[in-house]
């Protein structure tokens, strides 16, 4: 025989129910506030990131000097130079000179021996080595090496319709790190595919035509690298002018920032 349900023992199933009816919502909208917080925070560290990243690209940039064509000097922990070219007396000694290739205009005696000291290391292509003195290392495309603290990627550098630096001479660029920025100075060289799987902050880019990238060709170079920071170079001695530089920052599509020459 079934019994009935009745009175205070009837009522309990009854509020279990209605409890549990009025619990799913809550519970739902809870789990969605604080996936809404977990986004918000989320969304917070991203742009105090960005924030922190842009912040140390811009410490960067104050460290970056132009020398004219595609000379370069980064200031930090160690002093690096590319292709040191029309020095003027009393510049800044290098603990690290990176030469791209034998061209006279890359590779010069006697520009390298203004800069250079006892302790200086020079990293470049073995054609350029009959031309220096010092602790010379040389390098190739695809090599990766730690010079005096600097992590240093070698990268190809050539022409693509031109022949002014055949890629069978096994000329080069540099990705070089520096107080955790990825600094690409190309070289001489066109646009060229291997660019597009450089993982870079700031691209050093050539914009003269001639004997290396048009500023259109090297606007398309920048979108394919997408650095944080692109600088216009080898334009204003030999072949361009600024004029090339300010094609290049309107067209690249990336952050540019044309520097102006520094005499020392």
């Known amino acids: 025989m079934r019994k009935r349900l009745t009175g205070s023992r009837l009522a309990m199933p009854v509020a279990l129910c209605l409890l549990a009816c009025l619990w799913a919502p809550v519970s739902g909208d809870s789990q969605a506030t604080q996936q809404g917080q977990a986004s918000e925070e989320k969304g917070k560290t991203l742009e105090r990131e960005e924030k922190s990243q842009e912040l140390g690209l811009d410490r960067m940039l104050k460290k970056i000097h132009w020398l004219g064509h595609a000379s370069f000097r980064i200031e930090g922990e160690t002093t690096v130079y590319f292709d040191p070219f029309r020095l003027k007396k009393g510049a800044a000694a290098a603990d690290v000179i990176c030469v ?64 002014f630096h055949p890629r069978d001479k096994g000329w080069v660029g540099f990705v070089v790190t ?87």
């Open 100 to 163: 791209s290739h034998s061209h006279s205009d890359h590779c010069s005696p006697e520009d390298i021996k203004l800069i250079q000291k006892k302790e200086t290391v020079l990293v470049t292509t073995s054609d350029c080595v009959k031309k220096l003195s010092g602790e010379v290392v040389t390098v190739k495309p695809g090599d990766t090496l730690t010079v005096k603290g600097l992590k240093i990627q070698v990268v190809p550098a050539y022409n693509t319709n031109k022949k």
């Open 178 to 264: 520096v107080e955790g920025q990825r600094v690409y100075h190309t070289g001489d060289t066109d646009f060229i595919p291997e660019m597009k799987k450089l993982d870079v902050d700031v691209a050093l880019l050539p914009v003269s035509g001639t004997y290396v990238m048009t500023a259109e060709e090297a606007a398309q170079a920048a979108k394919a690298i997408a650095p944080r920071l692109a600088i216009p170079m080898h334009y204003g001695t030999i072949v361009g002018d600024e004029k090339d530089a300010l094609t290049f920052k309107e067209k690249s599509g990336v952050r540019v920032e044309i520097l102006r020459r520094e005499t020392r």
